[in-house]
């Protein structure tokens, strides 16, 4: 079992920046890879970003790739996204997760945070 908790989600303005944060408590395994995930009102959740803890192998959706960066610190069992360059379209819940392995598909993951509201006003 392993629980994953979000934070760090707020309002900002078109162009500014956020840090989230995923704290990993409970089990985690080395060979697992992290994700995060993102849904808007009305649409079908999407995914943004993953990361292996053990090598640190990524991967990024097209929507979000050169603004925002994926990154893990073992040491504090956390898994961060740094967005930049934030737009409107953006705006959104971020959720954690956990998969077996790297997938961009929100099926593959066993294991999901109750998710950070990022709101990016015009």
């Known amino acids: 079992q392993v629980q994953l908790e979000e934070s760090g989600g707020g309002l900002v303005q078109a162009g500014g920046s956020l840090r989230l944060s995923c704290v990993a408590s409970g089990r985690t395994f080395s060979s697992y890879s992290m994700g995060w995930f993102r849904q808007a009102p009305g649409k079908e959740r999407e995914f943004v970003a993953a990361?292996?803890?053990?090598?640190?192998?990524?991967n990024y959706a097209n929507a979000v790739k050169g603004r925002f960066t994926i990154s893990r610190d073992n040491a504090k069992n956390t898994v961060y996204l740094q967005m930049n360059s934030l737009e409107p379209e953006d705006t959104a819940i971020y959720y954690c997760a956990q998969s077996e392995v790297m997938s961009q598909g929100p099926l593959a993951y066993n294991y999901w945070g109750q998710g950070t509201q990022v709101t990016v006003s015009s």
């Open positions: 990361i292996t803890w053990s090598a640190g192998i990524t």
